[in-house]
């Protein structure tokens, strides 16, 4: 189980867009997040008319590394470390480490 997953609300804590807040569109194997807004790049692209792809200057959000945003902790308005624990019904959910609030209900 991973730390981070598709539709979490995270913080950049690292790099250009540090502080900036967004949600996790993409994650890939490698440890790699796509968060929308963050680590926005232009990207020139060749028109394609048989897939009626429109040339020109596209700006699209590019993959940063994981270890370079924290889960966004609604209680305490900060970005927050996550941990994992079994509930009593055996399942494996995710928590907040500074207020030991469950992540996934």
Known sequence: ???LKKGDDVIVVAGKDKGKRGTILRVYPDQRVVVENVNVVK???RPNPQRGIAGGIVE???AIHA???ALFNPA???A???GFRV???GRKVRFFKSN???VDI
């Open 1 to 3: 189980m991973n730390k």
């Open 43 to 45: 990207r020139h692209t």
């Open 60 to 62: 699209k959000e590019m």
């Open 67 to 69: 270890s370079n945003v």
């Open 76 to 78: 305490t308005k900060k």
């Open 80 to 82: 927050d470390r996550v």
């Open 87 to 89: 509930l009593e019904d």
């Open 100 to 102: 030991n609030e469950v």
